[in-house]
């Protein structure tokens, strides 16, 4: 078992791309059940590839930018099994140089923080990403306190989805996903109970992008990731912020593979939105920071 460690020659990268999915593992299995699939294809307008860890990991080595990769384990909700974040961590240790792991368990499972120690102690897992409209369950919820200690006492990153997603869109009843769910308000209360534990939430958070930036402002524990969006649509309070008061805890990222990096930075520099001495914190240096990259 090779336990990941990072290689990462900051010099030698340009970025670093904080949401990045595996949705099919080597042995073809997919993250999600086909309809919800399709549905999200349909929502992002795109019937792209979906490229194995290996094939991601010499994307992102040609452009010279550092990708944090996982997957979601939801299986509660969706009755799908997971991709194994054991098989993400073991293929980020292959590909070291540019791949960041981070582990994804249900919180809803009896056996989840055993499975958190495990990921992070075994395995070196940086981080652990969570879906609380896929995976069904309220953040704000004291019953997934213990979850929450474990990550902290790791000293690991919780990112977490928020705002709208295009999982589930156009199906009857979203296929029964709760929006509500991924209101990053709800994350200020696990912020304020665990001051050491590094969150962040993912994605302009429409349509509560101004309770986002509240909760980031308030709490200095939290950080906002420009993932799922084209720069071209941002909210203007967003562009507003991560140009000044919120500069060094904006977080780039794209949500490869259904929004690409090259997408993400054309659209950002077509728009010409963000200040010219913000952007290398945005693209790379913050994220470096979080990470425990930077020395």
């Given at each position: ?60 080595r040609e452009r010279r930018t ?176 991560a140009n000044s008061y919120l ?49």
């Open positions: 078992m090779t336990r990941y460690e990072p290689a990462i020659d900051l010099d030698a990268i340009d970025a670093i791309d904080v949401h990045v999915h595996i949705e099919v593992d080597a042995h073809g299995h997919a993250s999600l059940p086909d309809d919800l699939v399709e549905a999200a294809s349909k929502y992002f307008s795109t019937d792209g590839p979906r490229p194995d860890l290996d094939s991601i990991a010499e994307y992102y550092a990708a944090v990769v996982f997957t979601v384990d939801a299986e509660t909700q969706l009755g799908q099994p997971p991709l194994s974040s054991k098989e993400i961590a073991e293929g980020a240790a292959r590909n070291n140089d540019v791949l960041i792991p981070f582990g994804s368990v249900d919180p809803r499972r009896v056996d989840a923080v055993d499975r958190v120690r495990r990921l992070v102690d075994d395995h070196g897992v940086r981080g652990f990403k969570f879906h609380p409209t896929v995976q069904g369950f309220d953040p704000s919820d004291s019953a997934y306190h213990p979850l929450y200690e474990a990550l902290q006492e790791a000293g690991v990153i919780a990112l977490f989805h928020t705002g709208q997603t295009g999982i589930g869109a156009g199906l009857p009843g979203g296929r029964g996903l709760r929006l509500g769910l991924s209101n990053p308000m709800l994350l200020d209360g696990v912020a304020a109970d665990f001051p050491g534990l590094q969150i962040v939430m993912a994605h302009p958070s429409v349509p509560w992008q101004d309770e986002a930036i509240s909760v980031a402002t308030h709490k200095h524990n939290t950080w906002i990731d420009l993932s799922g969006w084209s720069p071209k649509y941002f909210p203007e309070s967003l562009v507003r912020a500069k060094k805890r904006v977080l780039f990222g794209s949500d490869f593979p259904l929004l690409t990096p090259d997408r993400w930075r054309r659209d950002a520099d077509a728009a010409e939105l963000f200040k010219p001495e913000v952007i290398p914190d945005i693209l790379k240096d913050n994220a470096a920071r979080l990470l425990g990259l930077a020395t």
